[in-house]
């Protein structure tokens, strides 16, 4: 997923305090734990954060290349993460705000999809800490209307949506989505913004087929570039308004629950 370059002065900055924000958080989390230690006079004790996050700090200090959200976007899912991590944490889409969210996830397990294969080998090369796996699409934009109308028993039945039998169902993504159980999704890609482009209906459909079919708790999950007409109305229909919590911009924000461990409960609130 190519990002637009932002040259954005004060966004750069604002990230950067951000980073800062989490760096002070996992320093004062081990600090604590180490204050939880019996004392000895042979003890040295020097907090160091990871390379991968100090790298990512030392990447938006010294470029010009922003994320595409906007600070009050990146805020929505930033304050999520602030709750849940470390989590399991999957992003349709690799880019220059890869770094950000696998940083802001420190400790837990971020996962991006990428559609464009050489993009992602670019991306990897510069970022080899980010865990990264190519996707592919067989949908179209211009078959959205169509995908919209679906409204069979196949497409709301929760279960292992890699067995579903609905035509939105991407059921061939690379084996480590079925295998985690995701706390949070945010689908910023595949690309949408021309008719003959995948689109991203399936990737929301497929967000909420997974987030209702956990065995237990609720899934944050995030949708980018809400102007669009795809990404409005799948977002409503197939994540349902009524578990909608927040939109900020371009980003909307749904909590959906498992439909599992609550058994009755109906496809929309």
Known sequence: ??????????????????????????????????????????????????????????????????????FSEISVAAGILAKRSPCNFLVFGLGHDSPMWSSLNHGGRTVFLEEDKAWMEKIREKFPDLESYHATYKSKVRDADELLELRSKECTEVGDVRYSKCQLALTDLPSVFYEVEWDLIMVDAPTGYFTDAPGRMGAIYTAGMVARARMVGETDVFVHDIDRTVEDKFSKTYLCEGYMKEEEGRLRHFTIPSHRSTMGLPFCP
């Open 1 to 70: 997923m190519r990002h637009k370059v932002h040259a954005s002065f004060n966004l750069k900055h604002l990230l950067l305090g951000l980073f800062i924000v989490v760096l002070l958080i996992i320093i004062l989390r081990t600090n604590s734990s180490l204050k939880a230690l019996p004392p000895t006079s042979t003890m040295h004790t020097c907090t160091k954060i990871s390379p991968s996050l100090a790298n990512t700090i030392i990447h938006y200090s010294t470029s010009n290349i922003t994320p595409q959200q906007t």
